[in-house]
């Protein structure tokens, strides 16, 4: 289950952002570099321990995921593993690719690589535009020719050379930062909602949680 809270923090929503196109190329190059190599050498069994080994790193950078998207987001997602069978590596091997969250996490870090590329264009091009805007009236002295040309240099429509001419732009930059605001922790709050569905339990999986834990009981009872 995740935080009740709906609105991330502006700050935290930045943050998050930002660093999840950095994030999901790195996640992207990796599984697709351990995929392909694993696959490609199944056959001499060396792709069965690549293969091992990313299931293990993505569990494991899941396990990262939703700390960041806690510490960033201030949302909670509970771990939705099913317990591991206590003894035999080949019982526990089987656990983890039958629990549907090893590949729930799979798709969450596939899919991250071009969310993030989304979420970085809107960010960028919604937070340079709102701060160019409203500072014009500080800089626009210091551009080419000392004027601020719409909608280019080599195409001016209108032109701004004074503090005068500069402030109704200024005025629209300040409503665009509004504007920016809402976007970011809109995305952001998207984000942590897919992040919690992909990365957190399902109703069917609690369920399961909750009979494992009421048969452990019952034989912890039995062998008392």
């Known amino acids: 289950m995740g935080s009740a809270r709906r609105d991330p923090p502006f700050g935290g929503s930045v943050v998050f952002l930002l660093m999840n196109l950095p994030v999901g190329v790195l996640a992207f190059v990796f599984l697709t570099t351990f ?3 694993g696959l490609g ?3 001499i ?8 080994l990313l299931v293990l790193a993505v569990r494991g950078a899941g396990r990262l995921e939703r700390a960041r998207v806690y510490a960033l987001l201030d949302r909670y997602i509970d771990l939705p593993y099913l317990p591991l069978p206590a003894q035999g ?3 526990r091997w089987k656990a983890r690719l039958k629990d549907p969250s090893t590949w729930r996490d799979l798709t969450y870090f596939f899919l991250l690589f071009p969310l993030g590329i989304v979420e970085f264009v809107l960010v960028t091009t919604f937070w340079s535009t709102s701060l160019a805007l409203a500072g014009l009236p500080l800089y626009f002295r210091w551009l080419p020719d000392g004027a601020y040309y719409f909608p280019s240099y080599d195409v001016r429509w209108l032109t701004v050379d004074s503090t005068v001419e500069a ?3 200024a005025a ?9 605001v809402a976007l970011t ?3 952001a709050g998207v984000h942590a909602r897919l992040a919690g569905a992909l990365l957190g339990t399902t109703v069917a999986q609690r369920r399961r949680m909750e009979r494992w834990w009421e048969d452990a009981e019952e034989k912890n009872l039995v062998a008392g």
């Open 35 to 37: 995929v392909a190599a």
């Open 41 to 43: 050498t199944a056959v």
């Open 45 to 52: 069994w060396v792709g069965v321990g690549l293969l091992a």
């Open 89 to 91: 590596q080949k019982d």
């Open 167 to 169: 402030l109704p732009w």
């Open 172 to 180: 629209l930059g300040v409503l665009f930062v509004a504007l920016s």
């Open 185 to 187: 922790k809109a995305l």
